[in-house]
C-alpha cells in the first residue's frame, strides 16, 4: 500500500529556515531585560544623547534606539534635564526592531518589549 502524500511545505515556513516564528506584540517587561540588553550593548554618543544597538530581550532581534537627552532646547543653566549627577541618567528603552509582529498596532515598532537602563558618563 503506497504512504499518503506529505502536505507540500510552505517555502516561507519559519520552521523551513530554522529561525522561529516570530513573537507576537505585546507591551511587556520583564527585570531582566535590562542586564540582558546591555549584556552586548553598542553606544554611540550624539550631540545631545545616544545611539543605542543592542538585542531585543524578548524577540532577540537587533535593535537600533536613539535617546536624546532633550527634546526642545533649554537655555543652559546649572545642570540639564534628565542628569542624575555622576551616576548616570536613567533612560527607557524601547524594542524597535523591524521585524514583523503579529497583533503590532501600525504606529507602533518592535516587539512591544520595554526596560529601563543606566547610562554613565564617560569619565575624563
Do not use: K
Not at 527585570?31 to 544597538?53: C, F, H, K, N, Q
Not at 534606539?65 to 541618567?89: I, K, L, N
Amino acid at each position: 500500500m503506497p504512504e499518503p502524500a506529505q502536505p507540500a511545505r510552505n517555502p516561507t515556513d519559519p520552521s523551513r529556515s530554522g529561525r522561529p516564528p516570530a513573537l507576537p506584540y505585546e507591551e511587556v517587561t520583564e527585570p531582566g531585560y535590562p542586564t540582558s540588553y546591555t549584556a552586548g550593548l553598542r553606544i554611540e554618543t550624539t550631540g545631545d544623547g545616544a545611539v543605542l544597538t543592542g538585542t531585543c530581550p524578548r524577540c532577540h532581534c537587533t535593535t537600533v534606539y536613539t535617546w536624546t537627552r532633550s527634546v526642545v532646547r533649554a537655555a543652559p543653566r546649572a545642570g540639564r534635564a534628565g542628569d542624575t549627577g555622576p551616576g548616570g541618567v536613567p533612560v527607557p528603552v524601547l524594542c524597535v526592531c523591524t521585524t514583523e509582529h503579529p497583533g503590532r498596532p501600525g504606529d507602533e515598532e518592535g516587539c512591544g518589549a520595554y526596560w529601563n537602563i543606566l547610562l554613565e558618563r564617560e569619565r575624563p
